[in-house]
Nanobody
Framework: EVQLVESGGGLVQAGGSLRLSCAASGFTFDGYAIGWFRQAPGKEREGVSCITYNDGTTYYADSVKGRFITTNDNAKNTVYLQMNSLKPEDTAVYYC??????????????WGQGTQVTVSS
């Protein structure tokens, strides 16, 4: 069964850091792009970052640029989202998604279950 398994969410104070993980199960990320999305209460799901797995090219939303870093670990078939200098407005459910190619959109083929990130002020 093809799955994306996320972990690493939690509660953190403003200015703190968290690292989210997205592991592939039942397939490999080879040839895929993996994206991180988030959805806050009452808001639409928005893209946060994207990484092209094979060459590590990354893209970031302006709201997280300079604070969030997406990396991949080929040996573990896992993608990470390192979130630094967190702000209360980063509070949301975070999802990873994967699709073949170099970018991933809201219409991605595979989605994780989501993990809650809460940043207190």
């Amino acid at each position: 069964e093809v799955q994306l398994v996320e972990s690493g969410g939690g509660l953190v104070q403003a200015g703190g850091s968290l690292r989210l993980s997205c592991a592939a199960s039942g397939f490999t990320f080879d040839g895929y792009a993996i994206g991180w999305f988030r959805q806050a209460p009452g808001k639409e799901r928005e893209g946060v970052s994207c990484i092209t797995y094979n060459d590590g090219t990354t893209y970031y939303a302006d709201s997280v640029k300079g604070r969030f870093i997406t990396t991949n670990d080929n040996a573990k078939n896992t993608v990470y989202l390192q979130m630094n200098s967190l702000k209360p407005e980063d509070t949301a459910v975070y999802y990873c998604a994967a699709d073949r190619g170099r970018v991933v959109t809201i219409k991605a083929s595979h989605w994780g279950q989501g993990t809650q990130v809460t940043v207190s002020s």
